[in-house]
């Protein structure tokens, strides 16, 4: 395959071959890409995986009548049987009219800069020393560590999307994450602490993260001594990364076009206009905010980058569109289609989803809970259409109006609608969470980012000890 380049002789060819093909179908898409990227993961004291690889291929997405077809490949010298059979495939599923909402052709080249070091130059040796680094930290807090693990990855990819309707659009990036976690055991009592960043800024944000890596490891020791909460319904207190995880997983993925259109029930419930949480909430999703790991200049079919407010004043203004989805259903595409490689046809996806900063100050949100939860930092959760269940990283009791005792095993479920109707206060702090790499679809690990202030919300679900 050439160099992925908006060079004369790669430009003329997709050209070409889309003039060649267009007649057709209704709609014809070519993406290539190049991707370099590395994998170290680091368990006990063992270098499991130790990698760099480098991919080169594309995909075909052709539209007709309503149908999808799709091909991938990885010679380009097979380009026009691929786009045959995506076209075929296509014809053979159309059965109705082609909706895609209009956009405007563009040509351009867009590369986002990096702040500090390109991950390809640093040697592979050093990332295996910074994994051994983090490790020995994790290691050393405690005795009672039983297991560590420390997962480091990298992917530079670079782009060229050309389509029927005129676009050629080249781009490129980086992104890097980190993972840690420590588990430690005193005889039945099992605890885990995590810890996750990235970066599309450079390699330095990677480095020196020696507290926070020390952090995860504390929390798991410290965890083994603490009493388990007495499961019940409380007031909680959940800082901006629960705030972070709460909006993307529980109402982020319900905000997406897709669900909606195919999931008549859900379409019901995500109603424009409708009320879903107090008159202060204010909920985002876009690329356009730079510097965060959702942040992009077009999305996979070539929509511009969007601001998209999903809540405005507590009641749903908007939701995530492919241009599939903004034209079945009558809306403007806010460029939210994105795959995570050649390998997967784009789809309706989160970029960085927020809920904005409010009014109330930190402190004054414990302020009148008589018996509740403060709720920090997360270990894991799991939603399941408008259900969801996330565990605390950390948290305490709240007693009257003050932070008390430290508790364990601390998970927090509810239903999404009913808990934002449940905020009772939002707090003038924020913080933007970069770990997050989500999945759907089949396409695990597409960087994003999520952000918010400080909630107190009331009548939470919260398990943990219940007597007998």
């Given at each position: 395959m050439p160099?992925?380049?908006?060079s004369t002789d790669v430009r003329n060819l997709l050209a070409d071959l889309i003039r060649r093909y267009q007649s057709q179908v209704d709609y014809l898409a070519i993406r290539l890409e190049e991707s370099e990227g590395t994998d170290v993961l680091l368990r006990g004291h063992r270098i499991e995986t130790l990698s760099e690889g480098l991919s080169i291929g594309g995909h075909v997405r052709a539209f007709y009548k309503g149908g999808w077809g799709f091909a991938s490949f990885n010679h380009i010298t097979t380009l026009s049987d691929r786009i045959e059979e995506a076209i075929a495939a296509a014809r053979i599923v159309g059965q109705e009219d082609s909706h895609l909402a209009p956009i405007e052709a563009i040509q351009t080249i867009y590369n986002l800069p990096l702040q500090g070091t390109d991950p390809r130059q640093v040697a592979l040796a050093d990332k295996k020393t910074l994994c051994d680094h983090y490790g020995e930290i994790l290691r050393s807090v405690d005795d009672r560590i039983a297991t560590v693990s420390v997962r480091y990855g990298d992917c530079t990819q670079r782009i060229l999307l050309a389509t029927s309707e005129g676009t050629f659009i080249e781009q490129s990036w980086a992104d890097m994450e980190m993972r840690f976690a420590a588990t430690a055991r005193d005889g039945d009592t099992v605890q885990t602490g995590r810890e996750t960043t990235g970066s599309r800024n450079g390699y330095e944000d990677l480095k020196n993260l020696d507290r926070q890596v020390e952090s995860a490891a504390r929390r798991a020791v410290d965890a083994l001594a603490l009493p388990p909460i007495q499961g019940g319904s409380y007031t909680v207190v959940i800082d901006p990364i629960l705030t972070g995880l709460f909006v993307h997983e529980a109402f982020g993925h319900l905000s997406e076009a897709d669900m909606a259109y195919e999931n008549p029930d859900i379409l019901e419930v995500m109603t424009l206009g409708r009320r879903f949480g107090p008159p202060e909430l204010q909920i985002f999703d876009g690329a356009a905010p730079p510097g965060h790991r959702g942040s992009y200049a077009y999305d996979d079919e070539g929509t511009p980058a969007t601001t998209?407010?999903?809540?405005?004043?507590g009641v749903l203004v908007g939701r995530l569109h492919s241009r599939e989805t903004a034209g079945k259903l009558g809306e403007a595409p806010t460029g939210n289609a994105r795959c995570l490689s050649y390998h997967y046809p784009p789809i309706v996806r989160m970029t960085n989803t927020w809920i904005d900063r409010g009014q109330t100050p930190v402190a004054d949100l414990l302020t009148d809970v008589k018996e509740g939860v403060y709720a920090r930092n997360w270990l894991g959760g799991m939603t399941n259409g408008e259900m969801f269940t996330f565990t605390a990283g950390e948290a305490w009791m709240i007693r009257n109006g003050q932070r008390a005792e430290p508790v364990r095993?601390?998970?927090?479920?509810?239903?999404?609608?009913?808990?934002?109707?449940?905020?009772e206060a939002i707090g003038d702090d924020f913080h933007w969470d970069e770990s997050g790499g989500c999945g759907k679809g089949g396409q695990s690990g597409l960087p994003v980012g999520c952000g918010g202030p400080s909630l107190r919300i009331g009548n939470v679900v919260v398990g943990g000890h219940i007597d007998s």
């Open positions: 160099t992925l380049t908006l998209t407010q999903l809540i405005k004043d095993d601390v998970t927090l479920s509810g239903n999404v609608f009913s808990t934002l109707a449940d905020i």
